[in-house]
């Protein structure tokens, strides 16, 4: 392989941080790199790649198709376009402008940053209940009347995130949206690990579910997952794929289709700007193999052995205390807690990060906890090689 161009270089980084997308992501396992090159000099028909995917997708998550999209955001989009639409390429071909506006209809306490992709198929987002639960001003959490209240004509879909905090609401979503003949589009980006959580939300009840596959899968970092129901998937394939086919010589997938008819062909849909690379296709599928055969236990043990490595170069460094946290939620990893004491240290924990940022090369590390003066050591995209360095620029910013 030819080393990357010098200036390219130059910008690598230590990310101990996580698989932060403004870092990259996941690191590409040597086995899912070669397959993603061996793709990338191969000719596929994107329709029966694709399906091959929803065949394992489908496996791994209990769903009845899947599709693999640039990512969890393009999913949240190709979700809502597919709960608009249905398979009407009227429709298809008016998104994101059809009228009057569809609505999704999201709980509050589940908003995020992130469901703007909702919108940009055309949807409205309709927020309901109130955060009583959430803000410690109450007990009482979302309640189907208010759900019941917000559904009318115009609602196309439900729409939920797959937290800790919010996926206790959504068995009841999920009974809201079958009584009423919309999908429940759960976001479940960030629910990996453990394992489970691709069959988790799908199990209670959720139509459609997406995935980063940059994240914790460890698949190339533009790429994500849409699994759920198959004429929903099947709606979401028609406006990502190319459509610049004749209809008599379209041959309709039964991983998408069934057996029925095969579907009035819209012209290039919404999607079209989100089309999944074929490098991105086997190179997610080559990561959920590897991904669906993890040992939690024994990725927990290496972790802590590294942590623990870490823990012990830092131990004599002036102005800073070091400590092993476990995962906050199940299935995730341990972490190194670094609380900066800034009497000792002469800089608080934002301070150290940007002394860290500066360094070469630049050093990144988790910031949840900022606001306590503590930084976290994420091994998640960071090389076992490359903790000793790690360890030097820690002591090097602390001047030490
Ligand atoms: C990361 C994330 C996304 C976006 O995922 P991409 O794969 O980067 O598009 C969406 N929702 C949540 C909750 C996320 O954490």
Redesign the pocket.
């Known amino acids: 392989m030819p080393p990357l161009p010098p200036d390219l270089a130059q910008t690598t980084i230590l990310n101990a941080a996580g698989t932060l ?1 403004r870092l990259s992501g996941a690191r590409i396992a040597p086995g899912v790199a070669k397959a993603m090159v061996e793709a990338a000099g191969l000719s596929f028909d994107m329709w029966k790649l694709q399906a091959a995917a929803s065949r394992r997708i489908a496996a791994a998550t209990g769903a009845e198709a899947g599709l693999v999209t ?7 989009t190709l979700a809502a376009a597919a709960a608009i639409a249905g398979l009407d390429p009227v429709k298809m071909d008016a998104l994101p402008l059809v009228s009057p506006t569809p609505e999704i209809i999201v709980p509050r306490t589940h908003r ?1 940053a ?1 469901d703007r ?1 909702l919108r940009v198929a055309g949807a409205a987002l309709r927020d309901i209940g109130v955060a009583d639960r959430e803000t410690d001003a109450g007990v009482r959490g979302l309640e189907a009347f208010e759900v019941e209240a917000a559904i009318g004509p115009a609602t196309v879909a439900l729409a939920a ?1 797959g ?1 800790p905090a919010t996926a206790q609401d959504i068995p009841l979503l999920a009974g809201l949206a079958r009584a009423h003949g919309v999908p429940l589009i759960v ?1 479940a ?2 629910q990996l690990p453990p394992v489970e959580g691709l069959k988790t939300f799908l199990a209670a009840g959720a139509d459609l579910v ?1 995935f ?4 914790a899968i460890g698949g190339p970092q533009a790429s ?1 997952i849409l699994a759920g129901r198959r004429d929903l998937i099947a709606s979401a394939a028609l406006q990502m794929l190319d459509m610049d086919t004749r209809p008599e010589a379209f041959e309709a997938p039964p991983e998408f289709f069934g057996n029925g008819p095969a579907p009035v062909l819209p012209r290039h849909g919404l999607g079209r700007g989100y089309k999944a690379s074929k490098e991105a296709i086997v190179g997610l599928m080559a990561a959920l193999d590897v991904f669906l055969a993890r040992d939690a236990g024994a990725i927990e043990r290496r972790t802590r052995r590294r942590l623990a490595a870490i823990a012990r170069g830092l131990s004599g460094l002036r102005g800073i205390a070091a400590e092993i946290v476990p995962g906050r939620k199940a299935g995730a990893v341990s972490r190194l807690a670094i609380r900066v004491v800034p009497d000792e240290a002469g800089m608080d924990a934002s301070d150290l990060a940007a002394r860290l940022r500066r360094a070469r090369p630049a050093v990144y590390l988790a910031e949840g906890r900022i606001g306590e003066n503590v930084l976290l050591v994420d091994l998640a995209a960071i090389r076992p090689e490359d903790d000793a360095a790690l360890v030097q620029a820690i002591a090097a910013a602390l001047g030490s």
């Open positions: 997308t640039t990512g969890a955001s393009a999913g949240l995020n992130y992709a995130n937290s976001d980006a960030a997406v980063s596959g940059g994240k994500g």
